[in-house]
């Protein structure tokens, strides 16, 4: 469980990244930057959050916006998890929404910046529970997984296409 004002407890990305995982926990979209300022860590805790859902091959992207200011996309694949980490069908069927965890960490010092969580819609839980069981019983290697980041990242240049593209881009809300 990520603390805001601690020390991040995994290995930072060498580069800025925005990550974004399900794992037994739940989902999570974790933000790397160097540098960060005040405004930019008051931004992300207090302005409008907006996800989406994008499936490409085998991979899922979720594309995100916060406010007017910020916005990117995350790529990823469950099977690429340990196995221990792994979503289960338990955690994929619960309530029928999911409460995520949004996670800014400064790259530069690794200290967590903001922790906030955000329920996201049924309707978006289930596209997302769709894509994970996909996912699950459609295994793929670490190469693999590169090569379909790539042609995503081929597709979709500028995340404004890749917002549009998605079926589901909709305001999460605060918890």
């Not at 049924?122 to 090569?147: C, W």
Request: charged fraction near 25%.
């Amino acid at each position: 469980m990520l603390e805001a004002g601690k020390q991040y407890p995994g290995t930072l990305p060498v580069e800025d990244a925005a990550v974004f995982e399900f794992s037994k926990e739940g989902p999570e979209l974790r933000l790397f930057f160097s540098g960060i300022s005040d405004d930019v860590a008051r931004h992300v805790s207090e302005s409008e959050v907006r996800l989406g859902l994008l499936r490409s091959g085998d991979i899922a992207v979720v594309p995100w916006q916060i406010g007017d200011r910020m916005s990117g996309d995350a790529q990823f694949h469950v099977f690429l998890y340990p196995p221990e980490t792994r979503p289960t069908a338990e955690i994929l069927t619960r309530d029928g929404r999911y409460r995520m965890q949004l996670a800014l960490v400064d790259r530069g010092s690794g200290e967590v910046r903001v922790v906030r969580y955000l329920n996201l819609s049924p309707a978006f839980s289930k596209e997302l529970t769709e894509a994970i069981a996909y996912q699950l019983g459609n295994h793929i290697g670490r190469e693999e997984y590169d090569a379909q980041v790539s042609q995503y990242q081929t597709r979709y240049a500028d995340v404004r296409d890749a917002i549009a593209a998605a079926p589901v881009f909709e305001k999460a809300e605060p918890v």
